[in-house]
């Protein structure tokens, strides 16, 4: 497998969990939404006891919605980190093919030298 490759699936897989984390922060915000309007419904007919555990629940939620965002910032700082280190090993090993193409040369120019000189040699 090639680094372009690897970093590719990299990337999709980062995408895909970032993609699940932010409908996971939406749906959230829409139950707080609903909360929030119950809430208001429960003020209005005084309902002290329905109104504190709607409030008990926006603040879970709010919790919730806290950690999903704060997982999410995780994952991009990790996924830069990731690439970042994915573009550097794929710098090494181009700089180490190069050395290497570059050794095989010398060698194989080495090798000509002497076939060569041993032809003078000889002939």
């Known amino acids: ?8 699936v990299s990337s999709v897989t980062y995408a895909s969990s970032a993609s699940d984390n932010s409908s996971n922060v939406a749906k959230l915000e829409k139950e707080k939404a609903k ?4 809430l208001q419904k429960a003020n209005q007919s005084k309902d002290t006891e329905k109104a504190k555990q709607i409030q008990q629940e926006i ?6 919605i806290q950690e999903a965002e704060s997982e999410q910032n995780s994952k991009v700082s990790g996924n830069n980190s990731g690439n970042s280190k994915i573009q550097n090993n794929a710098q090494k090993l181009s700089v180490d093919e190069q050395n290497q193409s570059r050794t095989s040369s010398s060698e194989n120019n080495l090798k000509g030298n002497i076939i060569g000189n041993m032809i003078d040699e000889y002939a």
């Open 35 to 38: 909360l929030e309007s119950e």
């Open 1 to 8: 497998m090639s680094i372009s490759s690897v970093s590719s």
């Open 59 to 64: 603040q879970q939620v709010d919790q919730e």
